[in-house]
């Protein structure tokens, strides 16, 4: 939509306030999609419920693609919008019930590293469709969308069910299959059958493929548990959740990723044929620096990854809100301060990207309980899209009332306390299994010292266990 948008206003004959509702309000629309993904999945399973998101893409495209009017192309953008609700939600979970603990951050990264794929394969169409007239053009630019949701709902239906939905729903034969296949060893796979079978409240003597279980309702009961009743750890975990999708999209990245042509615009960049070779340059560095971020996620944790990328996009976010305030109140051309916006964007999303990026949905999709999972990380999706519907829709009046620079200095004031909030609030999650998740939370600020006391427990009990056996063998 970012190359899109412009050939769009131009055959349109639309208004910037238009062109702004187009291209922002799909994440209010995602909505929608984010919002029946829990209780969808958590009905018909993961795996079809992507198949689903395929569809609704599918249909979406083809939409936008056939679109004759502004209102047509509203229409199309809302349905394409419930798919995007639903792939956002559904493709973390089902990576991270799937993925073993050794390798969870690097799979559970990869909807991120391919949304970037994505993102870049859509600015390099745009610019190959621009040769074509203008009124078919940006119609190629929305419909080329509905060929890769092809492949995504067939490919889908070769993949296993996530193990854990299959538990819930008493199939565990199905689940130990899955889990033997995903797993490092048969140890790890019995141990991860065995705790999973904990958390669906399954006891462990039960070792049938099939097995009764309380068939819980849809979604009753969770919300009450999420919202109202929560646990100082679900409170905890929530907050955390909800927070870096909230500071994920309050940054700005849809603002640079959605109008990265206009930025470059007011940096000095007229051709439109430029504008769009330098959105590509954007999209290959994201892409770059999120294939990087995959391979760091699991080695050296999620917290040193997330604090030094909200860190280094506070630096590039105020030093781009520096240059282009320079170039807007300079009556001659400065070269200096064109080089130096163009460069603060791509080390913008190079930060964010070997970060904030993926590590906001592998975090999100990690730390919800099990019962929880679906409806806690459908929550998170939803402020992800509310934020961003309001920083996309609302940024070409946001610069027009402080100036370009203006926002971007306002960026970079959010992502500072962003930095704040992950320092004290979030606990490491790396190396835990799915369901060891919970005794890291419920301390909020003193996280670090709940931790220290359970290492303590462990060394104490690992010590008392080593005694007893001593002393049973000296018995002996």
């Excluded at 009905?43 to 083809?62: D, E, K, N, Q």
């Excluded at 620096?289 to 030094?308: H, K, N, Q, W, Y």
């Excluded at 460069?343 to 949905?361: H, K, R």
């Excluded at 999100?364 to 929880?372: A, M, T």
Aim: aromatic share 10%; hydrophobic share 45%; glycine share 10%.
């Amino acid at each position: 939509m970012s190359g899109a948008n412009i050939y769009i206003q131009d055959d349109l004959k639309i208004s910037d306030l238009q062109v702004a509702l187009l291209v922002g309000t799909l994440n209010l629309y995602s909505l929608v999609g984010s919002a029946a993904a829990g209780r969808t999945s958590d009905r018909i399973g993961r795996r079809y419920t992507i198949v689903m998101a395929g569809a609704i893409f599918f249909l979406g495209s083809i939409l936008m693609g056939f679109a004759t009017n502004y209102a047509f192309l509203m229409v199309g953008r809302f349905v394409a919008g419930v798919g995007v609700g639903y792939a956002l939600m559904i493709a973390p979970v089902y990576t991270a019930e799937v993925s073993p603990a050794s390798s969870r951050g690097f799979l559970t990264s990869f909807p991120e590293v391919f949304i970037n794929a994505g993102i870049l394969l859509g600015y390099v169409s745009n610019y190959a469709f621009s040769k074509l007239p203008t009124n078919l053009g940006w119609r190629f630019m929305l419909g080329i969308g509905a060929i890769p949701s092809v492949f995504l709902a067939l490919v889908v239906l070769g993949m296993p069910e996530s193990p854990r939905w299959l538990v819930m729903q008493g199939r565990l034969g199905e689940a130990r299959k899955v889990l033997d296949k995903t797993s490092d060893s048969k140890e790890e796979s019995q141990q991860r059958l065995s705790d999973i079978k904990e958390a669906a409240g399954i006891p462990q003597d039960c070792n049938d493929d099939i097995v009764h279980v309380q068939k819980q309702s849809h979604g009753e009961g969770v919300w009450k548990e999420l919202l109202i009743y929560p646990t100082p750890a679900v409170r905890h975990i929530l907050i955390c959740g909800i927070g870096i999708h909230f500071f994920q999209q309050a940054s700005g990245i849809d603002a640079v990723v959605l109008y990265s042509p206009r930025i470059f615009e007011k940096a000095g960049i007229t051709s439109s044929n430029d504008k769009l070779l330098a959105t590509v340059a954007v999209g290959f560095t994201k892409t770059v620096f999120i294939l990087v971020a995959t391979f760091l996620l699991d080695r050296i944790g999620r917290r040193p990854l997330l604090l030094s990328s909200v860190g280094g996009m506070v630096l590039s976010l105020a030093t781009l809100g520096f240059g282009l305030t320079m170039i807007d109140h300079s009556d001659e051309k400065l070269p200096w301060a064109v080089a130096l916006s163009i460069a603060m964007v791509l080390a913008y999303v190079s930060f964010f990207s070997i970060g904030m990026g993926p590590i906001t949905w592998v975090y999100s999709s990690e730390i919800f309980p099990l019962k929880l999972r679906a409806q806690g990380t459908s929550m998170g999706v939803a402020v992800n899209r509310v934020t961003s519907g309001v920083i996309s829709t609302t940024f070409i009046l946001l610069y027009k009332a402080i100036t370009i620079g203006g926002s971007f200095f306002l960026f970079a004031g959010v992502a500072a306390v962003g930095w704040l909030f992950f320092y004290a609030c979030l606990p490491e999650t790396r190396g835990r299994t799915l369901e060891d998740m919970e005794v890291l939370f419920g301390s909020f600020f003193k996280w670090r010292s709940a931790l220290k006391d359970e290492q303590r427990k462990e060394v104490s009990s690992g010590e008392n266990g080593g005694q007893i056996q001593m002393g049973t063998k000296a018995q002996e």
